[in-house]
């Protein structure tokens, strides 16, 4: 069984640009959860979708959206990007909310200059 | 009350030794207490996870001790190994959301 996929793994990008990162879950998964990590704020939540509904959104600006795809499939975009972006975004997946485990994927490096 | 303390930052542990990871919760609704290691370029991968009507979990060398009352968790790896050395996350859920709260992380040194 196929694990979490994110596309692409790495990403530069420059301030005020925009951009787009992809999270396959694993088959029959429907829950999936994107996290910011960095070395100064650590792993941090961002959204979760179910049934592509947002269950819930962690505390950042509205530069940064998500949404899901009938197929369970998500996507995330932050739009003017800042210097502070650059992280390494992961997406994790599990069957439901609140009760499975959740695995994550290899995660997207993104550089912003 | 949405944090979970974690310590140490890092730990320096010779092979065969024990490895301890502590930490400490607000928030009474969390249900869920996962840890996760991560290695360089991977994304975390579930280790053990308890919840808290259970004081203790054991997975091979993992074993994770909870003290509800003390709002505590902490991570025991037993017998560690060099293929240990990693960063090591907990964390907590509450029911009905897969939103996690992660520890700041702790990492891990294990020396031959």
């Known amino acids: 069984k196929a694990g979490v996929t994110q596309t692409p793994r790495y990403l530069i990008k420059t301030r005020g640009q925009q951009v787009t990162l992809s999270c396959s879950p694993i088959?029959?998964?429907?829950?999936v959860s994107w996290y910011q990590q960095t070395p100064g704020q650590g792993l941090q939540f961002l959204f979760e979708y179910f049934s592509e509904t947002q269950r819930n959104k962690g505390n950042f600006p509205g530069r940064f959206s998500g949404r899901q795809f009938s197929n369970s499939r998500s996507e995330m975009n932050v739009s003017t990007l800042e210097l502070g972006d650059s992280a390494l975004y992961l997406c994790?997946?599990?069957f439901g909310t609140g009760g499975e485990t959740q695995y994550f994927g290899p995660g997207t490096r993104l550089l912003v200059l | 009350q949405q944090q979970v303390k974690q310590s140490p930052q890092s730990l320096i542990v010779q092979k065969g030794g024990i490895s301890i990871i502590n930490c400490a919760y607000e928030n009474t609704a969390f249900d869920y207490f996962p840890w996760y290691q991560q290695f360089p370029g991977k994304g975390p991968a579930l280790l053990i996870a308890i919840r808290p009507d259970v004081s203790e979990k054991k997975e091979g060398r993992f074993t994770i001790s909870f003290n509800k009352s003390a709002k505590q968790f902490s991570l025991h790896i037993m017998d560690s190994q060099p293929g240990d050395s990693a960063t090591y996350f907990c964390?907590?859920?509450?029911?009905?959301?897969?939103?996690?709260?992660f520890g700041t992380g702790t990492r891990l040194q294990v020396f031959p």
């Open positions: 994790a997946s599990s």
């Open positions: 964390a907590a859920r509450r029911g009905g959301t897969d939103k996690l709260i």
């Open positions: 088959s029959g998964h429907r829950s």
